[in-house]
């Protein structure tokens, strides 16, 4: 089983800057995709931004420009820069792995509200 950590959330204005990290462990499979998911409330959870063991990237179109997905292969960790945020991201963001054995997890999620 692999469990994933995330923390980095909170509250900020408009136009400010958060760094989510999420930190996996246990039964760890490469390759592998890290990837961040936002679920707002009343709506359906759905991809940010992912990110494969070889560094391929992915980005929803709304964040392409102002967030920036990266991972440390070392430390089994991926990080999201978050930059010039909006209301409209506010949401809970989940992180989540998937590797070449079909395994998949969730982490608990972490808030992020960006005030207007």
């Known amino acids: 089983q692999v469990q994933l950590v995330e923390s980095g959330g909170g509250l900020v204005q408009a136009g400010g800057s958060l760094r989510l990290s999420c930190a996996a462990s246990?039964?760890?499979?490469?390759?592998?995709?890290m990837g961040w998911y936002r679920q707002a409330p009343g709506k359906q959870r759905d991809v940010v931004a992912t990110i494969t063991t070889g560094g391929r990237l992915v980005y929803t179109d709304p964040v392409k420009g102002r967030f920036t997905i990266s991972r440390d292969n070392a430390k089994k960790t991926v990080y999201l820069q978050m930059n010039g945020l909006k209301p409209e991201d506010t949401g809970v963001y989940f992180c989540?792995?998937?590797?070449?054995?079909?395994?998949?997890?969730w982490g608990q999620g972490t808030q992020v509200t960006v005030s207007s």
């Open positions: 989540r792995y998937d590797d070449v054995i079909d395994q998949r997890a």
């Open positions: 246990g039964s760890i499979f490469s390759p592998n995709t």
